[in-house]
């Protein structure tokens, strides 16, 4: 199993400019979370799939950032247009959902945005 | 929602003992922890479902009280190789979904 990967691995843009950053679950999962990551505030939950319908978003920060999953095996973020307080690094985990499933984390993309 | 941990960060001598703390103000449907290295991705250690259970990896365990909303894990006689972020993700099940969120964690390090 390839776990959770991630792309790109480091993203570096000018603000104002489109991000995508992508996401390919483990095969079989059923839910798929995005996560930012920063010193202040820790992991934040930013959206979470099942069955690749977004069920909460109540963690996406403004309307600059979207997320989609058009079927179970990718999943896209996108930030438009891009600002410096964006900068962080950004997990996608998928887990199977049962009882007792933990989370599995791809290794992140680390977004600056200057 | 997001839980809270105690202490921030702890500095501890290998061999020494820690203890770090989770609590939610929601009811929780189980706790998770995951330990996370510089530059890396968290890595799961265990998971505890209602019931007040407590389990164990090597020498690290963790008990979760129900009826406080919180949960400890415990880190018995330390090894350089217990350094890193420690993470309680606190699952709710809204509408039978899993959500899972996290904290700041607490930063630990060993030293010699």
């Known amino acids: 199993d390839a776990g959770v990967i991630q792309s790109p691995r480091h993203e570096v843009t000018e603000m104002g400019q489109e991000v995508t950053l992508r996401c390919k679950p483990i095969?079989?999962?059923?839910?798929l979370f995005w996560y930012r990551q920063t010193m202040m505030r820790g992991l934040e939950l930013l959206i979470y799939?099942?069955?690749?319908?977004?069920?909460?978003d109540s963690g996406m920060p403004e309307d600059r950032f979207s997320a989609k999953m058009p079927n179970a095996s990718f999943s896209t973020l996108k930030i438009q247009p891009s600002e410096p307080r964006d900068s962080a690094v950004y997990f996608c985990?998928?887990?199977?959902?049962?009882?007792?499933?933990?989370?599995?984390f791809g290794n992140g993309t680390r977004l600056t945005v200057t | 929602q997001q839980p809270v941990q105690s202490p921030q960060a702890v500095i501890l001598r290998e061999g020494e003992d820690a203890v770090i703390n989770c609590s939610s103000s929601?009811?929780?449907?189980?706790v998770h922890w995951y330990r996370q290295k510089h530059g890396e991705a968290p890595v799961f250690l265990m998971i505890?479902?209602?019931?007040?259970e407590q389990k164990g990896h090597e020498k690290i365990s963790a008990s979760f009280n129900e009826k406080k909303q919180q949960s400890s894990l415990y880190l018995t006689a330390s090894q350089l190789s217990y350094s890193g972020t420690y993470f309680c993700?606190?699952?709710?099940?809204?509408?039978?979904?899993?959500?899972?969120?996290f904290g700041t964690g607490t930063k630990l390090q060993v030293i010699p």
């Open positions: 985990a998928s887990s199977s959902g049962t009882g007792n499933s933990p989370l599995h």
């Open positions: 095969s079989g999962h059923d839910y």
């Open positions: 799939f099942n069955n690749n319908v977004p069920i909460d």
């Open positions: 929601k009811a929780l449907y189980s």
């Open positions: 505890l479902l209602k019931g007040g």
């Open positions: 993700g606190t699952e709710y099940r809204s509408g039978g979904y899993q959500k899972v969120t």
